[in-house]
């Protein structure tokens, strides 16, 4: 994978039987890349593990590969090898969106646990479009109007709404990895992690819909706008699902599960979500929605239609490409950083942008939570800690990067610089800072161990389960039982139905198993390691969204 890398940072290398000298320094500075990345890699997964190992938890492994990056691209700035070092990591951004965001896209949806995700499935929704189209609409028009009251360097509002829409997507990473390790309730984990999962999702295509409102002004309108969006990202959307459905009914009926045939089997998997990307993209939707749906359906239902050898290789290969990809990135987002491609002119557009998003966050987390609890029992409400603790994990990452990245090409006018910048500093603050400081914020709300007070509060009122839930009488009680509240009710209840479809007839049709199925990943599974780790009832998860 890394040799992959540097294939495609490095210039191309024209063979020569003659070895002319020019060849000869290209092949040696290609070499001394390549030896470089891995070697970069390498320290970043060693750090890593020692980090693990000792319970460190003010470095996350993601801080720990970004800084990595920023001290070798440091010592190149001061190199007299800067020219050469800059065409080894100079990579086009076509690269990076083609081979290095899908595998963490489809890892991402790949790995959900299934039981948390669903069960919380309304909540994870809610927070994930709703949310995500709040913070990026609340970004935008500050950055807007900081901009007419010249506190802020002044951008177009479509450039603005862009830059909300890139700047809301969040990577949680860092933060979830420390949830693990401090035994985090499981639905607040299911809510970071679905939420960061789909959120990427709306994020690229918001973004991608103000792009094209750009180019093409006189359509500008804000319900043309959210048509736009829904056309783009429910299209994306099916193309995954479809892929994914399909995939499932091929592995069933191929009989592809005997002995001679598990390679055929496993390279049948790997492709199938490489075809939904490039399907997407092909006919003008977004590829990364797209590979994230189908790796969640083909999580659900081609999975357990594999036999157990191709079950184990698929979840370790496509793990390893995922931990090798994230890996990469933040390492190549510090030695950007390091070697000043920065626009820096435009100070103030950074810091107050960090204070926007933070704005921004908090207007997502608390309004969509208030939502939530209007439709559900008082046992079962998102607690104010928990929303906190949403609030403090919105870490942006690879996503926003990328799109930054975009941006440049983008915009016109050193706009799309600025953007760049701001978007590089924000990264590198919530990581460094925020991820850092996690497990003191989740100690401090007490929702870790044996200090989550609501993780108990939650099993003591459990004890009807699905049934006293669902049959609770909601027109009981005082006059707050409003017409709003009704219908968010019966949107509850929709994903109960939902739940039975999935078991009743989705499953049978597209598994070769009757009734449940294996939700989980085989216990050797590396992908295991970002499944939900905290141990509770399986009637407590039935009680949520």
């Known amino acids: 994978m890394a040799m992959g890398f540097a294939a495609a940072a490095a210039p191309p290398v024209v063979a020569s039987v003659t070895g002319s000298p020019g060849t000869v ?13 891995i070697s970069m890699l390498v320290l970043s997964f060693v750090l890593g593990h020692i980090l693990r190992r000792r319970k460190f938890y003010y470095l ?42 899908p595998p963490i896209i489809f890892q991402s949806g790949f790995s959900l646990a299934p039981k948390p995700f669903f069960s919380n499935f309304g909540a994870i929704i809610t927070f994930a479009i709703l949310g995500t189209f709040i913070a990026s609409i609340v970004t935008g028009l500050l950055v ?40 985090t309730d499981t639905n607040l984990y299911a809510l970071v992690f679905g939420e960061s999962v789909l959120n990427d999702a709306v994020a690229i295509s918001l973004y991608r819909t103000m792009a094209s409102m750009r180019t093409h002004p006189s359509g500008q309108n804000f319900f043309l706008v959210i048509l736009r969006f829904l056309e783009n990202f429910v299209g994306s959307m ?38 939904s990307y490039m399907l997407a993209e092909g006919i003008g939707l977004s590829g990364i929605v797209s590979i994230l749906f189908t790796g969640i359906v083909m999580k659900r239902y081609t999975f357990s239609n594999l036999s157990e050898d191709s079950q184990r290789f698929t979840a370790r290969f496509f793990h390893l490409l995922s931990s090798l990809a994230e890996a990469f990135v933040f390492i190549y987002m510090g030695f950007d950083i390091a070697m000043e491609r920065q626009s820096w002119s435009h100070v103030g557009f950074i810091f107050f942008s960090i204070i926007f998003i933070l704005l921004a966050r908090a207007a997502n987390v608390f309004s969509c939570a208030y939502i939530l609890n209007l439709a559900r029992p008082p046992h079962c409400q998102i607690p104010r ?16 990067f990328a799109l930054a990245l975009q941006s440049v090409h983008d915009l016109p006018g ?62 009981e009680g005082p006059s707050t039982s409003s017409k709003f509240k009704s219908k968010l009710r019966d949107i509850r209840r929709s994903t109960s139905s939902f739940a039975l479809l999935d078991k009743n007839y989705l499953t049978p049709i597209f598994t070769s198993r009757n009734g449940d199925h294996n939700d989980e990943t085989p216990d050797n599974s590396p992908s295991a390691d970002k499944e939900l780790t905290v141990s509770r009832g399986p009637s407590d998860l039935e009680e949520h969204d």
Request: hydrophobic residues 45%.
């Open 60 to 101: 996350p492994e993601a801080s720990g590969s970004l800084l990595i990056g920023m001290i070798v691209g440091g010592l190149a700035n001061i190199s007299n090898t800067q020219k050469s070092t800059r065409r080894w990591f100079n990579f086009r951004e076509d690269f990076f969106l083609l081979f290095l965001l």
């Open 25 to 37: 320094d290209e092949q040696k500075a290609a070499g001394v890349g390549i030896l470089l990345q």
């Open 385 to 400: 800690q928990y929303q906190q603790a949403l609030w403090y994990s919105g870490l942006r990452g690879a996503m926003a």
């Open 414 to 475: 050193g706009h799309g610089e600025t953007i760049f910048t701001a978007t590089t500093s924000i990264v590198v603050l919530t990581v460094l800072l925020i991820g850092g400081s996690t497990g003191t914020m989740l100690e401090a709300l007490q929702v870790v161990g044996d200090s989550n007070r609501y993780h108990q509060l939650y099993e003591e009122n459990s004890d009807g389960n699905d049934a006293g839930y669902m049959g609770q009488n909601y027109d």
């Open 238 to 275: 099916s193309s995954g699902i479809g892929v994914g459905l399909i995939s499932a009914l091929l592995f069933k009926y191929a009989a592809l599960g005997v002995e001679n045939l598990h390679n055929l089997e496993s390279c049948l998997f790997v492709l199938f979500p490489y075809f």
């Open 144 to 183: 807007y109007l900081g901009g007419l009251l010249y506190i802020i360097y002044r951008l177009p509002l479509v450039e603005c709404m862009m830059f909300g829409a890139l700047v809301s997507a969040t990577d949680p990473v860092t933060v979830l990895s420390i949830f693990q390790e401090l035994g």
